[in-house]
């Protein structure tokens, strides 16, 4: 069964940091764009980062610039995505997404329908005093 499964949500004070992972099962990541999207109660899903096949390619939402970092591990076929100075409007469900696009240096946050083909079920972040 090929599925996404996303780690390391929690609730963390203002200003700290967490590592979100995915990892993918059944599939290798080799191939695939992987993307990190959030949604908040209330709020449309929105595209936070992306990270290409090849060149390390990346994309970022203007609201997370400078604050979190976008990284893949081929051999252990899962991407991290290291969140700083964490603030209480990034609070939501993060999920990770993976988008079949083999030897392209480029991602997307904002995607087509349908683009990205697999899901994981998401992990909650909440940041909190």
């Known amino acids: 069964q090929l599925q996404l499964v996303e780690s390391g949500g929690g609730l963390v004070q203002p200003g700290g940091s967490l590592r979100l992972s995915c990892a993918a099962s059944g599939f290798t990541l080799d191939y695939y764009a992987i993307g990190w999207f959030r949604q908040a109660p209330g709020n449309e899903r929105e595209g936070v980062s992306c990270?290409?096949?090849?060149?390390?390619?990346?994309n970022y939402a203007d609201s997370v610039k400078g604050r979190f970092t976008i990284s893949r591990d081929n051999a252990k076929s899962t991407v991290h995505l290291q969140m700083n100075s964490l603030k209480p409007e990034d609070s939501a469900v993060y999920y990770c997404?993976?988008?079949?696009?083999?030897?392209?240096?480029?991602?997307?946050?904002?995607?087509?329908?349908?683009?990205?083909?697999?899901w994981g079920q998401g992990t909650q972040v909440t940041v909190s005093s």
């Open positions: 990270i290409s096949t090849i060149y390390g390619g990346t």
């Open positions: 997404a993976a988008d079949w696009n083999p030897y392209s240096s480029l991602c997307t946050i904002v995607p087509k329908k349908g683009q990205y083909t697999y």
